[in-house]
């Protein structure tokens, strides 16, 4: 025993010794960003802003995990959208931004209406009578058509561009649950409800599959009428169609080919690149890039935050969960504590909630929805704003404003409801586990997960799902001014577009988030652009406050040239993201509320998710847990 106990000392002082250790690296840190922050950021020189497009493009970025940092992990890249809109609009009034270069070298996209106000902000920069140009070793469609925008897209000689259109495989895991004996007892609302249907198929139903193509056939020619009207002389449905005669007609090679259609200007290097560029804002000998340029990094962090009078933007991203979340996440508790946080302040005149979320929790949802309608009780305009996605649980909350703002390539709507439990009595007895017990009424113990469900139970729990959808269907038919009749109609669990949902009566208007933000100015009694703008969001923790600092100061001071990557492996990194969220679903479906509002078509906004190697292992340990 007192070799135990000794041992045991040893194992807590090694874990004092490590916190204080960390404690110091963390001062350190503070020091240096410090320092940082007087010597390395002096000022802006003229040049051309370059803008490194590595990652994803984001509604909001996710805070860094300091756990992953100091275990040597990888932190994917991302670009939050409005920050980025911010720069360009900031760059064009700015007389030492003569230009701006898109390092497209591993840029994995984001959500179409993202993509495509990152696009419209490009071009409006160009207005400004400023130049736009884009260097890459791989485009793909988001890449490609923000590029589109531009002056000028060069491509590598080794560079391929590859167009595919929305759409691809999803996964079913129904046959797996079936192998692992685990019962999946599901409860619905909604013909075109098919968030389920990959825990209990092994394919998609016909009316899945359908409203699925509608959806995917609307963002393609949203995709094509934004492509032809930017670059008209790129011939992209002939491209799609034959790309492998096209390459074959260039001798092999896909840059070329590229260039021969249209989708890019110059196949050539980076240091011809540069040499471009610096013909037009000059040359820096002592520059990696050849040309002036002004780090994306560093200009961001020059512009001034705003103050005063503001509307405030409170964002809710990713899935809709209860309680507290961490970015990434919309909690609950978390969002309505910010809403609280922006009804306080007297300055802020308005709000707009944007939504960039395919759901999540039906509480949850309730929950942030009443917050919004007691702003509007206290007097405080709300304005909705659809990214890239904003269905079911995010259209619930979308209901509280005066008014809903969406982008054409928006993904809302799938108004429906599900629950889904799984059982293990059949897993269980395989491995000689079984469920036995005493009951005083039918629903004693339910829902008992080791035993499996009775009668009494599945009506209970079916009755539950459709008295919230009846709740969600007079929500709707409440806020869009419609018959209860004509929400059920166009509700069905189904998923439109944006372009489709303004037809239905479903959104008010098309628009940005600045378009929403003026929209909320105007509600308030103010004039567009009268107003500041400022983000409501949740104090970082300390120590990734420090960690992003770090990681802010080395893309900064890293003038190293990105690193090559071919088309075909930005796709894979991308579908490894998408396995890593379609797992992760079945682990919040093993952990989280039983009855949900979400969307499964949604992924095929191409919303950006993140790769989560924890959150995939820990996910398929939930299959098995």
Known sequence: MALLKGFWKLLVGIKDFLVLMLMLIIFIGIITALNYEEEARPGIADGALTIPMSGLLVTEKQDVDPFVVLTGGSVMPEIETSELVRVLAAAKADARIEAVVLDMDGFLGGGL????????????????????????????DDSWL??????????????????QGPGGSSLYFGEALERLKIDVNVFRVGTFKSFVEPYTESEASEPARQARQALV?????????????????????????????????????FALAARAAGLVDEVGTRIAFGEAVAEIV?????????????????????????????????????????GEADTGAAGGDSVSQLIDTALSDSNVKALVINIDSGGGSVTASEQIRQALLQARTEGVPVIARFGPVAASGGYWIATAADQIVAAPASV?????????LPTFENAL??????ADGVETTPLSGAPDIFGGLNETTEAVFQ??????????????????????????????????????????????????????????EEAAGYSAGELAVRQIRQPKPFGVAVLEEFLTMDAGADKSRSRPVAAFDLER????????????????????????ARCYDCMLSGRAVAPDERGLLEGLKALID
Do not use: C
Not at 119 to 139: C, L, P
Not at 227 to 238: F, K, L, V, Y
Not at 488 to 498: A, K, P
Not at 574 to 594: F, H, K, N, P, Y
């Open 573 to 596: 990194q991308r579908q490894i993201a998408e396995l890593s969220a379609a797992v992760g679903d079945i682990r919040a479906l093993a952990t989280g509320a039983s009855v949900q």
């Open 412 to 420: 809302t709507g799938s108004i429906g409801v599900f629950a889904i």
């Open 217 to 253: 056939d609307d963002l393609w020619d949203l995709y094509r009428e934004d492509a032809a009207a930017a670059r008209p002389t790129a011939r992209i449905d002939g491209y799609v169609s034959t790309m492998p005669d096209i390459v074959r007609s260039a001798g092999g090679d």
């Open 146 to 163: 923000i590029a589109a925008h531009g002056d000028e897209i060069w491509l590598s000689p080794l560079g391929m561009t590859v167009i």
């Open 429 to 434: 007895a395989e491995i000689g586990i079984n």
């Open 463 to 520: 009755l539950g799902v459709e008295d919230t959808y009846r709740r969600f269907i007079n929500i709707v038919a409440e806020a869009r001014d419609m018959t209860p009749a004509r929400a059920d109609e166009i509700g069905q669990g189904r998923v439109w577009s944006g372009a489709a949902a303004r037809q239905l009566d479903l959104v008010d208007s098309f628009g940005t988030l600045e378009d929403a933000v003026a929209l909320a």
């Open 282 to 322: 000059g040359a820096d000998g002592d520059s990696v890039e050849g040309y002036r340029s002004v780090p994306y990094e560093l200009y961001a962090a020059s512009l001034p935050s705003p103050g005063g009078e503001a509307v405030g933007i409170v964002n809710v991203v990713g899935t809709i969960v209860d």
């Open 113 to 140: 209406a993202d993509v495509q106000a990152v696009a419209d902000a490009v071009a409006d920069f160009r207005s400004a009578g400023k130049y736009v140009y884009s260097f890459g070793n791989a485009y793909l």
